[in-house]
């Protein structure tokens, strides 16, 4: 056992703060819009906060550690791409912009808007299967970090896990967004501390020397070049640009922070600033990975070294902040997205299939009882699936699944009259098939580009064989009759 009374009181204060606020967000819940988007109501301070805090989880330093270990310094090109791709679209407010301005609660809405409520289906569906498979392996890499720095034996993982999931459930199910918004700030300040302590003790007890030498020693040239990498080079950078792009934009947690801005202009703002938080987001856990490389040499288990050199080196109190603040990365994160992939099954397969619409009320009811579901299937996939690859590799294709064809047809229900409904089935179609070949042994980065390549040719001839569609802007203001209507 690492911790000591001292640790556990920590975390023990901490939880029960969180959920105490958690829970508060309760009162503010009077219809389906404040529980899926907060009422629209999010500045450039708590939106920053918020998104951040959405977007950076324990998965998230685990997954950016294994490529530290793995790849060495070659692996920053994933914390620039990601960092320079939300900076950029915050500066200009490509797509982002014209998104908030449609008024939209969930990603698929925007298939309706523009091409068909069949082709919303569709990408529901798309949208809900690669969610779900995604967030599926969350609890078990999340519990193996908690498990492991607190000292508790692995084979306590499963009830790690069911515990993390059952803590931030009880307060996404009853206050929605409001909770999550109300915690996210919470939880943004408590992994910024925790993320700062890591990197300060891993520095100085490794030593910044000998993290160069030992990447030097074990990977060579490759762990300091991305573009000799053979886990990197161009087609992988490409296929970077493309997903976080496409992430931004069509990633249904990061567009809920959109959708729930007060206006564009404040969407742009809290993409400019969140993006200089995912530079420090990517590259510092990285260097977590090439610690845990010189500390333990080569042959250790790439996703474990991380944790268990952290769990070797911060001394007590400072170990209880740690595992507090990383609890606050995961419940901030898998609260998020509990509700994101909840929100798509029950706004975008579940309403659009009903012949009358459900009362406000029932609606709330039925985000809640998704949100039970999802959870289920989230730990039951946890228990059972072995990963493929690296954790990040497998996290890109889940997510390119519906990314590709989104992005797709986003750019051409956005940019090109021509742009219809035959060209958005073939893009999600498209995009699908791409993915799915990393899981027949295809290199992720070949199989992200075929994706994105396929959704787009697909979405050009699709377009060009039928006739276009207009684009159907909602009328602002009409929030609520367009969620109870689906």
């Known amino acids: 056992m690492n911790f000591t009374t001292l640790d556990w009181a920590i975390v023990a204060i901490y939880l029960a703060l969180t959920l105490a606020a958690g829970l508060a967000g309760r009162k503010y819940i009077s219809n389906a819009a404040d529980f899926l988007l907060a009422g629209r109501h999010l500045g450039k301070f708590i939106g920053v906060a918020t998104l951040a805090a959405t977007e950076i989880g324990t998965i998230t330093f685990m997954y950016y550690a294994e490529l530290g270990y793995k790849t060495g310094f070659s692996s920053f090109v994933n914390g620039l791409i990601a960092g320079a791709v939300m900076i950029f679209l915050g500066a200009t407010g490509f797509m982002i912009f014209k998104l908030r301005d449609l008024g939209l609660t969930t990603v698929?809405?925007?298939?309706?808007?523009?091409?068909?409520?069949?082709?919303?289906?569709?990408?529901?569906?798309?949208?809900?299967?690669?969610?779900?498979?995604n967030m599926g392996v969350f609890l078990k890499v999340e519990g193996t970090f908690l498990t492991i720095v607190a000292g508790l034996p692995l084979s306590d993982l499963k009830w790690?896990?069911?515990?993390?999931l059952a803590l931030e459930l009880l307060y996404t199910v009853l206050g929605g967004m409001v909770s999550v918004v109300i915690t996210d700030f919470i939880q943004f300040v408590m992994l910024s501390l925790g993320t700062i302590?890591?990197?300060?003790?891993v520095i100085g007890h490794v030593g910044w020397g000998n993290m160069q030498h030992a990447v030097l020693t074990n990977l060579g040239a490759n762990g300091f070049s991305p573009l000799s990498n053979p886990d990197y080079g161009w087609a992988y950078i490409f296929f970077q640009l493309l997903l976080w792009t496409a992430i931004d934009v069509c990633?249904?947690?990061?567009?809920?922070?959109?959708?729930?801005?007060?206006?564009?202009?404040?969407?742009?703002?809290?993409?400019?600033?969140?993006?200089?938080?995912?530079?420090g987001r990517g590259m510092m856990p990285m260097l977590w990975g090439i610690g845990a490389l010189a500390y333990f040499g080569a042959g250790h288990d790439s996703l474990q070294a991380m944790p268990e050199m952290i769990a070797r080196i911060l001394p007590t109190g400072i170990l209880g902040l740690v595992v507090a603040g990383m609890l606050a990365a995961t419940m901030s994160v898998n609260s998020s997205y509990l509700l994101g992939w909840s929100s798509v099954i029950s706004q975008d397969i579940v309403l659009?299939?009903?012949?009358?619409?459900?009362?406000?009320g029932s609606q709330v009811v039925l985000n809640r009882v998704v949100n039970v579901l999802v959870s289920l299937f989230v730990l039951f996939w946890g228990v059972w699936y072995v990963l493929p690859g690296p954790v990040y590799f497998y996290l890109n294709i889940t997510g390119t699944l519906f990314l590709a064809g989104a992005f797709a047809a986003f750019i051409g229900g956005l940019f090109w009259k021509r742009a219809n409904t035959a060209g958005g089935y073939c893009a999600m179609i498209g995009g699908?098939?791409?993915?799915?070949?990393?899981?027949?042994?295809?290199?992720?980065?070949?199989?992200?580009?075929?994706?994105?390549?396929?959704?787009?040719?697909?979405?050009?001839?699709?377009?060009?064989?039928?006739?276009?569609?207009?684009?159907k802007i909602p009328k602002s203001g009409d929030d609520q009759q367009r969620i109870n209507n689906g």
């Open 432 to 471: 699908a098939v791409g993915s799915v070949t990393y899981f027949f042994n295809i290199p992720a980065a070949y199989a992200g580009m075929s994706a994105f390549a396929l959704a787009a040719l697909g979405m050009i001839a699709g377009s060009l064989i039928a006739r276009p569609v207009p684009l």
């Open 160 to 164: 790690t896990m069911t515990v993390i």
């Open 197 to 201: 302590l890591i990197t300060g003790y």
């Open 251 to 279: 990633w249904q947690t990061t567009a809920m922070r959109t959708f729930a801005t007060k206006d564009p202009r404040t969407s742009q703002k809290v993409f400019l600033w969140t993006g200089f938080i995912f530079l």
């Open 108 to 133: 698929p809405e925007f298939f309706e808007v523009k091409y068909s409520r069949r082709l919303r289906l569709v990408a529901g569906f798309l949208v809900a299967i690669g969610g779900l498979l």
């Open 352 to 360: 659009p299939l009903r012949r009358t619409p459900l009362s406000d």
